[in-house]
């Protein structure tokens, strides 16, 4: 519903009449859902209709009353630096406003709008009513949550009341504040009213979603929260939601790029108060369905792909990138998807990356607690408790501050905090939103911050360390690594990196590199499946113990096997993508025996070897019936991302295969599942860590594009050295003539028969020198820990200048 022109004198605008050209009349919050119903909805992105009052309504209603002279009067005695001050007389403000009636003008104005949009259904419609400021989310402040919203709004009289506490909004006391940090005059900022039909999401789901990474900036990715019930929850941090991101580039070519899913708690929903004292109100989610994801994957696609499109049209009408931050909900009735609100981006896509800054801790301490990390700094600093607005004035600048989950009232305190610790909330709620706004590092949804924390204790918080923050015991020493980017020149040799955490890899990809020469398999299995394959295949068969834990480590998975292949599916494609198009070369599993039994469940599965580095590891595995089942697994998970997720950019490489006839038989394993190499542009990389791949390297060029050579590994087996034993530490030494003549050997054999050679070992990473050896034999390729990256780029651009022919 719509009407044909501007109704009671300009007081009135229906969606289909605004647009992005209309801040300065309705706010920015309205304005785009004006712009995205009108440009949006015939291209099937569902937005629900409504209608917003005036910048020149809220004018009217100051000039009417003599509001516009009362509130300088007040405001010009405030101190917005002191909280007491600014509580006192934002409270002066509010109570004036909420007893003002609205001029007769502007409140028939608004029923008659409300009227027409129940019309079409013949029903009186629950309505949101949502403040939209006339300088709301400009290109440098995002006004995040600063006016309110309310939600289940019926009949008039409902109505006008929320609208006369949404003028009110204007003058809380984080409204306040934030326009005296951001330089804003009071009086030159008017409100406009959003009224919106309500989606049924107390019966369903909704949540928060951005086209681009909220930590990283990362910009192929959609990162979707979601949870039960209304959506206020999400956006106040009021729960620890489900996370979802899709890779944006092949989800245009048709596959379902899912490529990580993560459960949260979802411990409360909002709903609707029906006949209770207020317009809604939170209720207990029964376990079991807290348990599941919230969203099917198709929802979840859906809502990538509206973000995506929602981003292009934002970013062709301004002329720039401009990622998007969104709410949408699912109407329980429908089953529809809706967006019911969309900003630009207001943190990460202003940022001009001309120094890359990297935080590290010198050393650490007991972990005390651990949530969702916001930002990428370390602080320290010492804890303040604050677990009420009244707890506020306290608050010292340069402290930890402490709560359950941080109101928008904060924000005066949250500029002035060194960090922050919620028990409640997920990266697109309040408190993390506003952090990044700050820089302030933060650590959400630790679930009891408040009961493990004490006033005065001294701690330091990480979210250095990838998505999960760390708060530690004490005041730890950390640095900080600034490497200017401009002036970075790309040698020869390719610069690869050596990755195995999936949750900093977005970050990681902002270092100058040329993919990934290293993917650790175990370490993906390590940190997010955590269980023994065996144990998954064989869930049945296992002890009741077991059998709990399992249960445990795959909450929300019926199907065990099924687990394994979607966790690990998911941890590669985290990697793929952050590097995407550039080459992600994963090896295959690669456990000795004993850390293989250390995973839940594995102890029964394994068997003891009394030296696991040269025993059941590697290829051996892949074929064997003891672990074969299990592979296939592993197998399935690499086809997953290759194929459904489309990131053909994953190449995949066998570890410690000693003979010819074993990788003739991993092939044949890996066949059966369709990898196949050549096809689908599949790569197939051996490591080079046994004498046995040098000696033949003619006959194993033969069966792969290439080679990775596994310095350590190879150094241990050339001089008989236990690397892992301290009593012959001294002897083990990759630049030991013996394994330089054995890698100088491979180059030569692997150039003759036209395949790829490089190497993912430490020694590159430690030795200057030995990088420079590398470089004069012509080596393809560098894979190092992130960390060694970019110094050793430097010396490998130096011995690009200086190339001699080696001599040992």
Not at 609 to 615: F, L, V, Y
Not at 654 to 661: A, G, L, S
């Amino acid at each position: 519903m719509s009407t044909s022109v501007v109704t009671s004198a300009g007081l009135i605008r229906w969606f289909d009449q605004v647009g992005m050209d209309d801040v300065d009349i309705v706010g920015g919050k309205n304005a785009s859902l004006g712009e995205m119903y009108r440009e949006l909805t015939p291209h099937g992105i569902r937005i629900p209709n409504g209608f917003a009052t005036t910048a020149d309504a809220y004018r009217t209603f100051l000039n009417e009353s003599g509001l516009d002279e009362k509130i300088p009067q007040i405001l010009s005695g405030m101190n917005a630096s002191d909280v007491d001050s600014l509580q006192h007389h934002g409270i002066l403000i509010r109570h004036m406003i909420l007893d003002t009636p609205l001029p007769d003008a502007l409140a028939g104005a608004i029923v008659q709008a409300y009227h027409d949009l129940c019309r079409p259904r013949g029903d009186l419609a629950d309505v949101a009513v949502r403040s939209s400021a006339t300088a709301e989310d400009l290109p440098d402040a995002s006004f995040a949550g600063q006016q309110e919203t309310y939600l289940n709004v019926r009949g008039q009289a409902s109505l006008l009341d929320a609208c006369r506490r949404c003028f009110a909004s204007l003058f809380t006391d984080r409204a306040i504040s934030y326009r005296v940090h951001h330089g804003y005059d009071h009086m030159q900022v008017a409100l406009s009213i959003g009224i919106q039909r309500m989606v049924r999401s107390d019966l369903a789901t909704s949540g928060v979603m951005f086209s681009i990474d909220t930590e990283s900036g990362f910009r192929d990715a959609v990162l979707i929260n979601a949870a039960y019930g209304l959506g206020e929850n999400v956006v106040q941090g009021a729960v620890n939601p489900d996370e979802y991101y899709v890779f944006k580039p092949t989800l245009h070519s048709g596959f379902r790029p899912i490529i990580k899913k993560s459960l949260g708690s979802k411990a409360l929903k909002m709903v609707y108060d029906v006949g209770g004292s207020k317009m809604t109100k939170n209720v207990p989610v029964p376990e079991e369905q807290a348990n599941r994801f919230a969203l099917q994957d198709d929802d979840i696609l859906q809502l990538a792909h509206w973000a995506c499109e929602i981003e292009k049209h934002y970013t062709q009408r301004r002329g720039h990138f401009c990622p998007m931050d969104m709410e949408w909900a699912k109407d329980g009735n429908s089953g529809e998807l809706f967006i019911v609100q969309a900003r630009p981006e207001t943190v990460q896509s202003l940022k001009v990356i001309t120094k890359l800054q990297r935080y590290h801790l010198k050393q650490r301490s007991h972990p005390l607690l651990t949530g969702r990390s916001v930002g990428e700094k370390i602080a320290s600093g010492p804890v303040r408790l604050v677990r009420d607005v009244h707890g506020l004035a306290a608050f010292r600048e340069g402290e930890i501050l402490v709560t359950d989950k941080t109101d928008p009232d904060w924000e005066p305190v949250m500029k002035r905090a060194a960090g922050i610790i919620t028990n409640r909330g997920g990266r697109t709620c309040h408190a993390a939103i506003v952090s990044r706004e700050l820089g302030v590092p933060a650590i959400v949804g630790t679930l009891n911050a408040t009961n493990v924390l004490q006033d005065g204790q001294q701690v330091t918080i990480s979210c250095a360390e990838g998505e999960t923050g760390i708060v530690y015991e004490g005041e730890l020493p950390f640095e900080i690594e600034t490497t200017d980017l401009t002036s970075m020149k790309r040698p020869e040799t390719k610069i690869m990196m050596n990755v195995g955490a999936p949750d900093q890899v977005f970050a990681l990809a902002a270092i100058p590199n040329d993919g990934v020469g290293l993917a650790r398999q175990e370490f993906i299995i390590t940190n997010t499946v955590k269980v023994h394959p065996q144990a998954l295949l064989e869930f049945d068969q296992l002890d009741p113990p077991t059998k709990a834990l399992v249960d445990e480590a795959t909450a929300g998975y019926r199907d065990k096997p099924q687990f394994y292949i979607d966790r690990l599916a998911e941890g590669v494609a985290m990697i793929a993508a952050a590097f995407y198009p550039k080459d992600v070369i994963l090896r295959l599993s690669d456990f000795k025996t004993s850390e293989y039994a250390n995973l839940i469940g594995g102890a029964a599965y394994e068997p003891h070897e009394a030296n696991p580095m040269i025993g059941f590891r590697g290829a051996s595995r892949y074929y064997h019936p003891r672990f074969q089942a299990a592979f296939g697994l592993e197998c399935k998970a690499v086809q997953k991302v290759r194929q459904e997720m489309g990131l053909r950019n994953l190449k995949l490489m066998i570890p410690f295969c000693r003979t010819i006839e074993e990788a003739h038989k991993v092939q044949a394993e890996m066949a059966k599942f369709g990898l196949v190499r050549g096809q689908d542009e599949l790569e197939l990389y051996v490591m080079c860590e046994v004498p046995s791949n040098v000696i033949l390297a003619d006959q194993f060029a033969e069966l792969f594009d290439g080679f990775s050579i596994g310095s350590n590994d190879l150094t241990q087996l050339t001089l008989g050295v236990d690397r892992d034993s301290e009593i012959v530490a001294d002897l083990f030494n990759e630049r030991n003539d013996a394994v330089k003549r054995s890698i100088a050997s491979l180059i030569k054999t692997a150039k003759a028969h036209g395949v790829k050679v490089g190497i993912c070992g430490q020694a590159p990473s430690d030795y200057p020198e030995f990088a420079e050896f590398l470089v004069n034999l012509g080596i393809d390729s560098m894979s190092l820990t992130p960390d060694a990256v970019l110094k050793t780029r430097l010396h490998v651009l130096k011995a690009e200048e200086q190339r001699f022919e080696p001599t040992f």
